[in-house]
């Protein structure tokens, strides 16, 4: 299905099950309904003018920030949970694959020994 233009009003652009087209029969019908989010999609688009230097420093660090992720939001399971999984992305290639998130303590994993 595709989605309405209804994201594109809202602050948050995050796709749900309302913003698709026919949804009351994908909702009936579907056992598992999932959108692909990519917030650096939309912020690549709000870039400031190259004389707004604050602005421009603003923006540059939300962009390092969302480069290269990703989120499958699963709006709809029948037979199981609903949620956000956070992916890494390639664009060049266009391949989703495991986020590397940084290790919480600062001595690396705690591998038992």
Not at 37 to 63: C, F, N, T, V
Not at 97 to 103: E, F
């Amino acid at each position: 299905s595709q989605l309405s233009r209804a994201v594109e009003s809202r602050e948050d652009k995050r796709p749900q099950l309302s913003d698709l087209r026919e949804s009351g029969s994908i909702e009936q019908d579907a056992d598992v309904v999932m959108f692909v989010y990519r917030d650096e999609y939309y912020k690549e688009r709000e870039k400031p003018g190259d004389h707004e230097l604050e602005k421009m420093a603003q923006w540059q660090a939300i962009m390092e920030s969302v480069h290269g992720k990703a989120e499958v939001i699963i709006g709809k399971q029948r037979h199981g949970p609903i949620g956000t999984v956070e992916l890494s992305f390639e664009g060049r290639f266009t391949r989703f694959g495991n986020l590397a998130k940084p290790w919480q303590g600062s001595g690396g994993p705690d591998v038992g020994f």
